[in-house]
């Protein structure tokens, strides 16, 4: 009988919690926004052409390490300004589209970023890139959009913003590797 009732109890904490998650999510604004800074130790024009063409994107993009086939298809502008692409992948990758809707060379890009699977969301990934004196770059990026209620119950328990910076950082690690590899390989060619 009191195996029962702690069961019972437990399973009526658990109802509550659970409506008080919904509630508090169904108060949370109808838009996200997620966003960081990293520096880089690469000029700023480097890092905004490795932005800017979503060619080069397959060489640091955790996405297309993760999934080495994934299908990726360029369309519009070669980069900047009306540069688009879509990815076809597996299960976890999904697919979806890329297009850059506005860009300020070596400054600032904004991306519309469309997921149609495993998820429908539509988002906006912006990029600034800031020179520094030491002839680095630092690096701010922004994602956000609308948010569902699915996006509102994983900001109450805190992990929509822990899962948008972990993916960022896996690609903004795969960048640094990629600004950083012709600077190596210069270095290690020169007698």
């Known amino acids: ?53 979503f060619g080069r994107w397959r060489t640091w993009s955790a996405w297309a390490a993760r999934d080495p086939a994934m299908a990726l298809r360029l369309t519009g502008a070669r980069a900047g300004m009306g540069a688009a692409c879509t990815w076809a992948g597996d299960r976890i990758t999904g697919s979806g589209g890329m297009e850059v809707v506005h860009a300020v060379p070596r400054q600032r890009l904004i991306i519309r970023v469309i997921y149609r699977s495993p998820r429908e969301l539509e988002a906006i990934l912006e990029f600034e890139v800031r020179a520094q004196p030491d002839g680095g770059t630092l690096l701010a990026w922004a994602f956000h959009g609308p948010a569902s209620l699915r996006l509102r119950i994983l900001d109450v328990v805190r992990l929509l913003g822990r899962q948008v910076r972990a993916e960022m950082s896996h690609n903004l690690a795969g960048l640094r590797g990629a600004l950083e590899q012709p600077a190596a390989a210069a270095t290690q060619s020169t007698p």
Do not use: Q
């Not at 108060?27 to 890092?47: M, N």
């Open 1 to 53: 009988m009191t195996t029962t009732l702690v069961a019972l109890g437990l399973f009526g904490v658990l109802v509550a919690a659970a409506i008080a998650v919904l509630l508090m999510a169904l108060l949370r604004s109808r838009k996200f926004r997620v966003e960081g800074a990293v520096p880089l130790d690469a000029p700023a024009d480097r890092v905004y052409a490795e932005l800017e063409d």
